[in-house]
């Protein structure tokens, strides 16, 4: 069985399936194909397809419009999908400003469409997008470097979800290279940005002529050393996706060594997490999205792992989510977003303790797993 589902959770993870569709049904009518961000008072007033075309989110709503669609056949989520993927356009046509993020924007709105209708040109959005994100490959530091300007040898942990649009790629195109860039990154990264105790680097920095580590700045957590907890997240379920896509035991020893510390971690809170958790005592700040991204790792890995050991995965996962929908949830149709609490990073104000929104599409995934309603996105 994918999720042997206590017979409480079932039901929990069914009542809370209910409270999505009634939500993101209203949602969908309300918002169209305005590409939002985060939500003010229950308003996503901003669109970010006029303010900022290019930024890495934005694949998150026609993410969550696709898992809709392909879990009712609801024609509204198809629809407003497609037009959102429609404005993506212009990022691909613009491409200054792109960045390794083309993974989190394409593979939920073109690479979804593909895989939901087959539409082709869907497909030939998602192919011009995996090798935008295979260009930017180091071949001598084996890397993909993260973002532009003067930052060449910049690789953030974030770039592990990025690196399935390239595995998607490779299964299309029948042509290994794309996993061997792939592969070369994710290796990369299991050396210099996970420690030893599970906890990782969310930025490192290498030397572009060899590859050598030159250093690790403190990146969206409190600062050098310290274990941002987004960036575990980024880790636990990029590294188990890797494993899916390679059958490479390393990377799921990785996945779980990781999940391992931010359980941990979690359980000292009550299933929210900080935002860092090797910041201070105080303040204290929360970020809920690292705990429903992690929740979809935890998920992942347990399809993986021998039956004896799937409990303590899906246990993990459903205490995260549980924490969260207890706390944080706002089921209101007539409000837009669902998982409040969200932080961008450690130090900025304006999106601390806000609902972003990649929250709610780790929420509606992990849900849609847990009532086997989801299609695998990454
Ligand atoms: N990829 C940036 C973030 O997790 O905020």
Not at 46 to 64: A, H, L, Q, R, S
Not at 231 to 243: N, T, V
Request: proline share 3%.
């Amino acid at each position: 069985m994918r999720y042997p589902l206590k017979e409480a959770d079932k039901i929990w993870a069914e009542a809370v399936y209910q409270k999505i569709e009634a939500k993101l049904s209203a949602e969908c009518g309300r918002v169209g194909s305005k590409i939002p961000y985060i939500a003010k008072d229950g308003v996503y007033q901003e669109d970010k397809g006029i303010t900022d075309i290019v930024w890495w989110t934005n694949g998150f709503w026609p993410g969550m419009l696709w898992q809709m669609y392909h879990a009712t056949g609801e024609e509204q989520y198809r629809q407003t999908a497609e037009a959102v993927e429609e404005r993506l356009d212009k990022a691909l046509d613009t491409y200054t400003g792109l960045h390794h993020d083309v993974g989190f924007m394409w593979l939920h709105s073109a690479v979804a469409n593909y895989r939901i209708t087959g539409n082709e040109r869907s497909k030939a959005r998602g192919l011009h997008a995996a090798h935008l994100l295979a260009g930017r490959y180091n071949p001598r530091g084996r890397f993909i470097r993260s973002w532009n300007r003067d930052r060449a040898g910049w690789v953030i942990v974030d770039s592990m979800m990025n690196i399935q649009l390239l595995f998607w790629a490779r299964d299309v195109l029948q042509d290994p290279r794309f996993a061997f860039v792939a592969e070369d990154h994710a290796d990369t990264l299991m050396k210099y940005t996970v420690r030893r105790d599970g906890s990782c680097n969310h930025i490192i920095v290498l030397d572009p002529q060899s590859g050598e580590l030159l250093e690790t700045p403190g990146g969206q957590g409190y600062g050098s050393g310290s274990s941002w907890s987004r960036g575990q997240s980024w880790a636990i379920y990029g590294y188990a996706l890797a494993y899916r896509h390679t059958g490479r035991e390393e990377y799921l020893d990785t996945a779980k060594r990781v999940a391992h510390y931010f359980m941990a971690q979690t359980d000292r809170t009550g299933g929210i997490p900080l935002v860092d958790f090797r910041a201070p005592k105080e303040p204290v700040y929360w970020d809920t999205t690292s705990g429903m991204c992690a929740a979809c790792g935890l998920l992942e890995i347990a399809e993986h792992v021998p039956e004896s050991e799937k409990e303590f995965y899906l246990d993990g996962a459903i205490k995260l989510l549980r924490a969260v929908e207890e706390k944080y949830c706002c089921w209101d149709p007539e409000k837009d977003s669902i998982v409040a609490m969200g932080s961008g990073s450690y130090a900025t104000e304006h999106d601390r303790h806000v609902p972003i929104i990649y929250g709610d599409y780790y929420l509606v995934e992990a849900i849609l797993r847990l009532v086997d309603k989801d299609i695998l996105l990454w």
